[in-house]
DNA sequence: CCAAAAGTGTTTCACGTACACCCATGC
DNA sequence: GCATGGGTGTACGTGAAACACTTTTGG
């Protein structure tokens, strides 16, 4: 107890969302707790901010710790700072939303002695804290934000067939969209580069594969191009 | 320094960005300081978390204990947490976004021994901390979301005249807007009502007062309305 | 040859955009 | 009567949405 200030403090957590898609379904990352409050639970990653590094800082290092994935897409989400939200104490906690490619990520490492999986997004156990709220937030973030900005990207591997991509806006979006039409956007933005290279392993007509263009996404928006699903 | 813990913690704090419209500009509220650090800069309201409230009632007490504005639409924008940006210690602040009808708060009241005023968006003073940041992210977030919610009328009196409406998303969004076809789309929308009343006190013709109908936009959100400018 | 998914165009309709004049009112 | 802003309709073009068949490949 030897840090003591004129004022009590709030402490202050980050958590992380991590959203990943496989051929079926969204899912998220979680973690089962091994201490108290809520042991045995699930919950998001996360974990205390240290006062040398930076709110990314800290989500990024707690997702790393907790669960083995780095370099990955992370925006953040929303702070919450309800009273009572940690049984124990007043905790202020900033949730961070990632999005990795699960192609990456197959394995879920697991330190700190904690269990990790991944979990179908319909199919979320009961979580710890108000966890489930920040899950809820998160997703209609995602359902949101990738109507209008390329991070659906981040969810796929770097050459993709544009069944996948379209399966990718489907699954998050949780409607289902026109082949035709889908193709016809999505190749009119030119955002995307042809690959001289097709599908292997399929049990039918392999499909072309594509990479996404940043560079030229970025140019595109400097002149005024708007991103729109 | 009675209030002590086993490891350091940041302090928390909460900034307010509150805009509001007149005839000619956008204004955001600031306040100059009267302490050190920045004593004498113009900076955001804001202030200390207390353990006893949330986020958002910190926001809105630091709003009017140094501005004396209460009940304003509010919502959370951005938590920045970098290291350095308090030359004194590590600070985390909450930022929040707020709009005030500024025909109902035109007398800036300036409680705490501060000075509080109103600055058009284009002639802001150079701020304290990285409150420009803090600001220009709100500004952003401002003409983003006015065009996909309905939140531009917080900015106006409760009866309006169409050309207010018109008035207030050109200085948001900058740009120049059609009047017929502004006309035509936002009363396509069936969210305003008529009411019989029209303008007192001008030198032309007296224009039709409208309201913002909250009740029937929030039915026709439910059944998959979309408000777009 | 069969199963499975890839790939491809056209029509229709709604909506965004551009554009100019007369009207009502106060001074 | 004049200055000031209020209020109104149409034509055009673009883009969203609906829709079905042929092609390719592996087994």
Redesign the pocket.
């Known amino acids: 107890m030897k840090y003591c200030y004129e004022y009590p403090r709030p402490a202050l957590t980050v958590d992380c969302v991590v959203f990943g898609l496989d051929e079926e379904d969204l899912k998220v990352l979680l973690i089962q707790r091994n201490l108290p409050p809520f042991e045995g639970k699930w919950a998001l990653p996360g974990g205390f901010v240290r006062l040398d590094e930076t709110l990314e800082e800290a989500a990024r290092r707690e997702l790393q710790e907790e669960t083995g994935i780095e370099n990955v897409f992370q925006e953040q989400l929303y702070t919450v700072g309800e009273l009572g939200r940690d049984p124990r104490e007043r905790v202020v906690t900033v949730a961070y939303l990632s999005l990795v490619k699960l192609s990456d990520h197959q394995v879920t490492a697991a330190t700190d002695a904690r269990n990790a999986a991944w979990f179908a997004i319909d199919d979320v156990p009961p979580l710890a804290f108000d966890h489930a709220k920040i899950l809820r937030l998160a997703h209609e973030r995602l359902q949101g934000k990738v109507r209008y900005q390329p991070i659906g990207f981040e969810l796929l591997p770097a050459k993709f067939?544009?069944?996948?991509l379209q399966h990718l806006y489907e699954v998050i979006l949780d409607r289902p969209l026109?082949?035709?039409?889908f193709?016809?956007?999505i190749l009119?933005m030119e955002i995307l580069v042809e690959l001289d290279e097709?599908?292997t392993?399929?049990?039918?007509?392999?499909?072309?594969l594509y990479k996404f263009d940043r560079k030229k996404y970025d140019r595109l928006t400097k002149r005024g191009f708007n991103f729109?699903i």
């Open positions: 067939t544009l069944r996948q026109d082949k035709r039409n193709r016809k956007k009119s097709v599908e392993d399929v049990a039918h007509r392999a499909a072309q729109e």
